[in-house]
């Protein structure tokens, strides 16, 4: 009996090896996607607004699936729903590759992006005992930061040499993804769905978003998190136009730019695992501010060296201020409605500020607003919500 637990338990170990194989690559590959579709609508000569308008299509499945994919991803073997995910990434590399708009290829890959999110962050625990969880959560947002580091600066540099290669490294990153899910060893299903009636599954999500919204504390975190990474997708699309305009950089050296501000949210997630506590999350939303500020201060900048420490402090403050909101978040989750609909009302909700922000940058630039102007209000309107959040929910801290 005890051998066969010690050689569950390596199985196991070796799934989890896999597991982050798998990850880094799928992540890696829809970093360089996106930079790949910029260059190529580029050389479709697009409307410039049709490049923001690639996260629209991208994250709107994440806003449609949220009600269903927790469920699914809980109901089957997660390796299983991490390879079709993959399976569906690939197809809409492929797509694009073929042909078919960069809008819509890119929409299919959201597919497969929202499919895959529940069961990444599921399969952990299935995978290894407790007191590796949190090394091993270390260890998959380290390789997904690198991930985005790297897919920017790779399909950055590929892309601008020819979209088609790069989509065609892209798509084998994507394949490779799915055989390292393979090779991620099945585990007993213990979550199978009380029912498959849709309508269910919208009613019982709907009621977990109303519950998390209506706590104080879910609702900062929530606030807080969708502000996050609405305004972090959002600000690589206005770094790279930034830096077209101001530093008259190609789409090759502003993908390193955009890079500098995952590094700095690498630096701040390590400062703020070590040095913040989750009581104080309230007290330091004023660094949310100075992050708007930095970002309004881009207007003045004119060398690439300044923009690069501009946009490391901006990735550092941001590190600082989410990671303790990301801990509120899934405290007030799993003890409000559970984790798993708590994943799933937490990426509703982000990839709606996603949706709303990007939407707001390309009604901006559709309508030829300067970019210094759309940065400095982008800036502002970063700095004033961090402020509002501050004096409203400072009762709630305490």
């Not at 004119?302 to 990671?323: E, K």
Request: charged share 10%; with cysteine.
């Amino acid at each position: 009996m005890q051998q066969k637990l010690s050689n569950q338990s390596s199985v196991h170990s070796r799934g989890f090896y896999f597991f982050l194989s798998a990850q880094f690559l799928s992540a890696l590959a829809d970093n360089a996607l996106l930079f790949a579709a910029i260059a190529l609508l580029a050389n479709m000569q697009a409307p410039e607004w049709h490049q923001p308008l690639l996260l629209q299509f991208f994250v709107i499945s994440y806003i449609f699936l949220a009600p269903f994919v927790g469920a699914i991803a809980d109901a089957f073997p997660k390796s299983n729903v991490m390879f079709f995910s993959n399976a569906i990434k690939l197809i809409g590399s492929l797509a694009m590759l073929a042909g078919v708009p960069p809008l819509y290829s890119y929409g299919i890959v959201g597919i497969g992006a929202a499919s895959y999110s529940p069961a990444k962050y599921g399969i952990l625990t299935e995978l290894l005992p407790s007191k590796e969880l949190v090394a091993a959560n270390g260890w998959v947002e380290g390789l997904t930061v690198a991930a985005i580091i790297l897919g920017a600066i790779v399909g950055g540099i590929f892309a601008n040499f020819s979209p088609q290669i790069a989509i065609i490294i892209i798509s084998f990153l994507y394949l490779a993804a799915a055989i390292c899910n393979r090779y991620i060893p099945f585990v007993p299903i213990d979550h199978k769905l009380n029912t498959k009636n849709p309508i269910y599954l919208l009613k019982d999500f709907f009621i977990s978003l109303k519950k998390l919204w209506a706590d104080p504390l879910g609702q900062l975190s929530l606030v807080v998190t969708t502000l996050f990474w609405g305004a972090g997708a959002t600000l690589r699309l206005v770094v790279i136009a930034w830096a077209a305009f101001a530093l008259s950089f190609g789409l090759d050296k502003a993908t390193m730019l955009t890079a500098m501000v995952a590094l700095g949210v690498a630096i701040g997630s390590v400062i703020a695992a070590k040095y913040i506590k989750m009581k104080d999350a309230v007290n330091i939303l004023i660094i949310g501010f100075f992050m708007g500020v930095l970002v309004c201060a881009m207007i003045f900048l004119s060398s690439w060296q300044s923009a690069a420490f501009n946009l490391l402090l901006i990735g550092i403050f941001s590190g600082i201020l989410i990671v303790p909101m990301n801990a509120l978040l899934q405290y007030r989750g799993h003890k409000l409605i559970g984790a798993g609909h708590s994943i799933a009302v937490q990426n509703f909700s982000e990839n709606l500020g996603i949706l709303i922000l990007s939407g707001a940058y390309t009604f901006m630039v559709k309508h030829s607003l300067p970019i210094n102007g759309i940065v400095f209000i982008f800036g502002l309107f970063v700095a004033l919500t961090m402020i509002i959040a501050l004096i409203y929910y400072e009762d709630a801290g305490n």
